[in-house]
T-cell receptor, first 117, second 114 residues
Framework: DTEVTQTPKHLVMGMTNKKSLKCEQH?????MYWYKQKAKKPPELMFV???????INESVPSRFSPECPNSSLLNLHLHALQPEDSALYLC????????????????FGPGTRLLVL | AQSVTQLDSHVSVSEGTPVLLRCNYS??????LFWYVQHPNKGLQLLLK??????LVKGINGFEAEFKKSETSFHLTKPSAHMSDAAEYFC????????????FGSGTRLQVQP
């Protein structure tokens, strides 16, 4: 099973709202990722978690707050977003970025399409 | 530093004809290379990956890609296009050094005409 699930599929929120995106995998992967994808563009890396610890933050604004409660779950908490934050948010997981495994594959979820009004 | 260049932003073929999506890469290390496909309003699905075991890599749905080090290329091909192949395709490089972050190409939109 190479499935990564994401909820919700769609989200509409106002600029003063607080919402959360959820990602789950049951492949035993220890690395999890958040990407942001604007229309007709490739995904852009936001955060990387390795063994439930934040290892990479690509200078993402603090209105995005990631959380990794356990090795299977990854959340992205949203607060005071701007209309330009509207995008497809993709979660991915991979086996273990510390093992040195060559060509580690990232498996992506279907994404949450976010619209900020 | 690593980079990926997808040479065509849009490719249109007729159903049943061959598909060629072109990708060139640049990497300071021996790279791992991937092709992902994204159908409209969907996530990314792995088509195939190269990790130096064999230069000709076979993937899902009849796709394959050939790694050519001398040309720094990793072109994606399929002998016969199907309507369901219409999607966005991303060539991706994963560097063996540094953070092992993925670097995406800008994408190629494949259109399949009936």
């Amino acid at each position: 099973d190479t499935e990564v699930t994401q909820t919700p599929k769609h989200l509409v929120m106002g600029m003063t709202n607080k919402k959360s995106l959820k990602c789950e995998q049951h492949m035993g992967h220890r690395a999890m990722y958040w990407y942001k994808q604007k229309a007709k563009k490739p995904p852009e890396l936001m955060f990387v978690y390795s063994y439930e610890k934040l290892s990479i933050n690509e200078s993402v604004p603090s209105r995005f707050s990631p959380e990794c409660p356990n090795s299977s779950l990854l959340n992205l908490h949203l607060h005071a977003l701007q209309p330009e934050d509207s995008a497809l948010y993709l979660c991915a997981s991979s086996q273990d970025i510390r093992s040195g495994t060559r060509g580690e594959t990232q498996y992506f979820g279907p994404g949450t399409r976010l619209l900020v009004l | 530093a690593q980079s990926v260049t997808q040479l065509d932003s849009h490719v249109s073929v007729s159903e049943g004809t061959p598909v060629l999506l072109r990708c060139n890469y640049s990497s300071s290390y021996s790279p791992s290379l991937f092709w992902y496909v994204q159908h409209p309003n969907k996530g990314l699905q792995l088509l195939l990956k190269y990790t130096s075991a064999a230069t000709l890599v076979k993937g899902i749905n009849g796709f394959e890609a050939e790694f050519k080090k001398s040309e720094t290329s990793f072109h994606l091909t399929k002998p016969s296009a199907h309507m369901s192949d219409a999607a966005e395709y991303f060539c991706v490089v994963s560097d063996q050094g540094g953070r092992r972050a993925l670097t995406f190409g800008s994408g190629t939109r494949l259109q399949v005409q009936p």
